[in-house]
């Protein structure tokens, strides 16, 4: 029920924000529709200033001419009689500054029955000029045609965008970090919920592990107590040998949590020495034989590394690779069929150590180095152990200055392959 809630809940707040996402674009299209407006509408006042203008300075020539002496009627028929194209160019450039517009931009004066251009800068622009938004008639100058003064901005709405682009930057940065806080939110509730579920897994699992043997020793102690068992030796010894095994048992499991808290923090000291591995992993692989013949399996060799020969902490690598052929016997359902093979090359020495066992999902593969993560085969404690181990692992080999992967598939096994190199930078300790 929780995780539905949880899971609605991320949901409701997905929604929430693709909604402010979408109000903001929405807000901004807006005022890119309101800048646009204004422009046109600052443009249209400067148009008609520029008409008014050049219509006061048509009456101030026709009252000066009807108030000469010699007063002299000459008919105005052309555009280009009744305007100059220097005045209107003046007059254009005067009102646009004011305005506070571009100079960027072209002007013609044209008859809109005929689409002929009487005056101005048509040249490249002329289809533009006709179809521009920004058209004022001059009616009131020349009575005859249809005239009208018609500009038109190139750039008009990259000049827009570069009056609008600091409110644009922080409304997307803030957008920005509203959804990166968002993902980082989320991720982190994911994450520490993936966390809790582990470490719930880790204390049941170490409950029932630290349960059987605890229980085992309580059961062999009662028998110690009582009077038929003292009157028997051997099975005082027997008794006694189930106490002993089970508590060696029980701090092993106790060190192996105590060795993950030492390296968390970083006190683990390594003493590196000179190692053959083909002796160390023979040696491991002898003490494993027993226990693979057991379930009837078999666990081979195939050394083949021309120089085995490398610096490192024995005990360590020999807890790596213990570690290792545990789990493939562990993870081999019947009888395990466990191979470890060696090459090398001029770098370093390759262990492989390959079984056919259930396999790891591809989901799976990249987390199992994770610490306190177990890959769930049905029941919880149907496989042993703590998830550490392989956590364990790859720590160890990282301060060998190695590496670990894996290579595995579902129901065909799995390969985990260590590089060690023959050349590190572990300081040697202190002869004693």
């Not at 980082?184 to 409950?207: A, L």
């Not at 770098?347 to 591809?362: E, L, N, R, T, Y």
Request: proline share 3%; glycine share 6%.
């Amino acid at each position: 029920m929780k995780k539905r809630l949880f899971n609605y809940f991320i949901i409701m707040a997905s929604v929430a924000l693709l909604g402010v996402v979408i109000t903001q674009v929405y807000w901004v299209s807006n005022a890119m529709t309101l800048k646009e407006e204004q422009f046109s509408g600052s443009v249209r006042i400067g148009m008609k200033s520029v008409l008014n203008q050049l219509v006061l300075r048509h009456n101030d020539s026709t009252l000066r001419q009807l108030s000469s002496p010699f007063p002299c009627f000459i008919e105005k028929t052309s555009v280009s009689d009744i305007i100059r194209p220097a005045v209107l160019d003046s007059l254009i450039k005067a009102e646009m500054g004011c305005m506070k517009i571009s100079k960027d931009y072209v002007y013609a004066i044209y008859n809109r029955k005929t689409n002929r251009m009487a005056m101005g800068q048509y040249d490249t622009y002329r289809e533009a000029l006709i179809n521009s938004d920004h058209q004022q008639s001059i009616g009131a100058l020349i009575s005859h045609g249809d005239y009208y003064l018609s500009l038109y901005f190139p750039n008009q709405h990259s000049m827009i965008i570069k009056q609008m682009i600091g409110w644009m930057l922080l409304s997307a940065a803030l957008m920005l970090v509203v959804i990166l806080s968002f993902w980082y939110t989320v991720n982190t509730v994911f994450r520490q919920k993936k966390i809790s579920e582990m470490k719930t897994d880790f204390i049941n699992n170490m409950t029932h592990e630290f349960k059987t043997p605890i229980a085992t020793i309580s059961l062999a102690s009662e028998m110690l107590m009582k009077p038929e068992v003292n009157e028997s030796a051997d099975k005082i010894r027997k008794y006694a040998s189930v106490i002993y095994d089970e508590n060696n048992r029980l701090q092993n499991q106790v060190e192996q949590v105590l060795q993950i808290a030492i390296l968390d923090k970083g006190e683990t000291k390594l003493k590196p020495r000179e190692i053959d591995v083909h002796r160390l992993l023979e040696k491991i692989a002898e003490n494993f034989e027993l226990q693979v013949r057991g379930r009837k399996g078999q666990i081979g060799l195939s050394l083949k590394a021309s120089n085995a020969i490398i610096t490192a902490d024995k005990m360590h690598l020999m807890n790596v690779f213990s570690n290792l052929i545990d789990n493939a016997i562990k993870y081999s359902p019947e009888a395990p069929q466990i191979n470890l093979s060696t090459t090398s090359d001029q770098h370093g020495i390759h262990v492989h150590i390959s079984d056919k066992g259930i396999g790891i999902a591809p989901e799976n593969q990249h987390l199992i180095f994770k610490n306190l993560f177990r890959v769930h085969t049905g029941d919880l404690h149907d496989v042993k152990g703590f998830g550490l181990g392989l956590y364990y692992v790859k720590r160890l080999i990282e301060m060998h200055q190695g590496n670990i992967s894996v290579k595995s598939e579902t129901g065909k096994g799995s390969v985990f392959s260590v590089f060690l190199p023959y050349k590190t930078n572990i300081n040697q300790p202190d002869n004693e």
